[in-house]
């Protein structure tokens, strides 16, 4: 059901949530294709140049679209993610492999300021004393204030696996979907599809959409998953 998806997204994101949904696809596709090509060209062992995929997809959402009036730009310390129609736009590489499964996946482990502050409301006495107003009215914007969508993907340097958002809220560490729409999916004979996940379990498909292949030896070393 198609229609249902196009709902959510013009619901969530307004008039511009169509161009949104297909550019963030094609956004996480090319960010992907490129660092892998590079840590490929590398020949390094370690997975040190893919591990920026993280913060090249961050950077180039606010690349994108920061310009345009209908999105805020929203600042923490070094980072800038987007807000739109009041929902804030958040990347996240839950996973390197195609098992993974995002509502599995600790979404704060290393107790991020950052993340904790996206789905918690701040003391405001207390972020004045402790980093000032200036950055008070920074982490304001953030924390309490939006709802979130969270644009989830997992990946490698050997393919990218799946891509999906939702809008979600934190439930003991682990996010909780109140609906989720699948813009990629390597895992079923490696084509890529659109369907939706909500909560009721109803899934329907939307369609192909272009796959990615690349032919490169995997590097099983740690990295940040962002």
């Keep these: 059901m198609q229609i249902k998806s196009n709902l959510w997204v013009q619901e969530t994101f307004g008039p511009v949530g169509g161009i949104l949904r297909e550019g963030l696809l094609k956004l996480i596709l090319e960010c992907h294709n490129n660092l892998a090509n590079a840590q490929d060209v590398s020949k390094q062992k370690h997975e040190g140049i893919y591990g920026n995929m993280s913060r090249r997809v961050m950077e180039g959402i606010v690349e994108k679209w920061g310009d345009l009036p209908e999105f805020k730009v929203i600042k923490h ?86 891509i999906e958002w939702g809008e979600a809220i934190l439930d003991n560490g682990f996010l909780d979907f109140s609906f989720r729409e699948r813009l990629f999916d390597n895992n079923v004979s490696g084509v890529g599809s659109m369907d939706i996940i909500a909560v009721n379990n109803e899934a329907f498909d939307a369609g192909p959409i272009p796959y990615l292949q690349l032919e490169i030896q995997e590097d099983l070393s740690e990295e940040d998953n962002g």
């Design 77 to 162: 310390r070094e980072y800038k993610f987007l807000a739109i129609n009041g929902v804030i736009l958040f990347p996240w590489r839950y996973g390197k492999d195609a098992t993974c499964k995002i509502e599995s996946c600790d979404f704060n482990p290393r107790g991020s300021r950052l993340r904790h502050l996206l789905f918690e409301k701040g003391d405001e006495s207390q972020l004045c004393l402790d980093l000032g107003s200036e950055v008070l009215n920074q982490l304001q914007d953030v924390a309490g204030k939006y709802d979130v969508v969270i644009v989830g993907y997992a990946s490698s340097p050997s393919a990218l696996y799946n």
